[in-house]
């Protein structure tokens, strides 16, 4: 082979882009995998393989002893992204960080994931993030108790659900007629 052979593979190979894979980790440890992962990647030369660890996670709206709460909750429990260029090096950095318990994919390799995939588990993170939805979820027809707001104690059934906003229409007998109130998720429980 010459030398502009040579030269030509070199570059080749070191401008491979880095990829999105899908890592299997302990159940509630994923912001440890993710943590340690980031600190062997500063400590060891595969790091510079590896371009970003990412946990799925959405914001969620509950309310907890009569107080509305917002708290972070994975959406691929057990699951981490992890962006790198897979190599012999950078595969066995992850592959052996404690909590891992491999890579998803079929055979002894894992298998990318579509741009569009990720694209879209991208998508999802953001929007998420930007607005809470509810950690619970409810059903046109279902029974409601108000836990919040000018009508708490009042029961009624929910008559529409609008899961985008994150609010209800229930139907509340109030004086003896069903009158629609819109509630929030975290105003109602179920009965």
Do not use: C
Not at 84 to 109: C, K, N, Q, Y
């Amino acid at each position: 082979m010459s030398d502009a052979d040579a030269s030509q593979t070199q570059t080749s190979e070191s401008t491979v882009k880095p990829q999105w894979y899908i890592i299997h980790a302990q159940t509630g440890q994923e912001l440890k995998v993710k943590a340690n992962i980031e600190n062997r990647m500063r400590q060891g030369s595969a790091g510079t393989q590896i371009a970003q660890v990412l946990v799925p996670t959405e914001r969620v709206a509950e309310v907890r002893s009569g107080k509305k709460r917002i708290s972070e909750r994975k959406f691929f429990p057990g699951y981490l992204l992890v962006q790198m260029e897979m190599t012999d090096e950078s595969w066995h950095l992850v592959r052996t960080t404690p909590g891992v318990t491999g890579f998803i994919g079929a055979g002894r390799r894992p298998v990318a994931l579509a741009d569009e995939e990720v694209a879209e588990i991208l998508r999802q993170t953001e929007e998420r993030k930007e607005k809470p939805t509810s950690r619970v979820t409810f059903q046109k027809g279902e029974g409601v108790r108000v836990i919040e707001g000018p009508f708490t104690n009042f029961s009624g059934v929910i008559e529409e659900v609008n899961t985008n906003r994150g609010k209800l229409k229930v139907l509340v007998s109030i004086f003896g007629r069903q009158t629609p109130v819109e509630l929030e998720f975290w105003q109602v429980e179920r009965l």
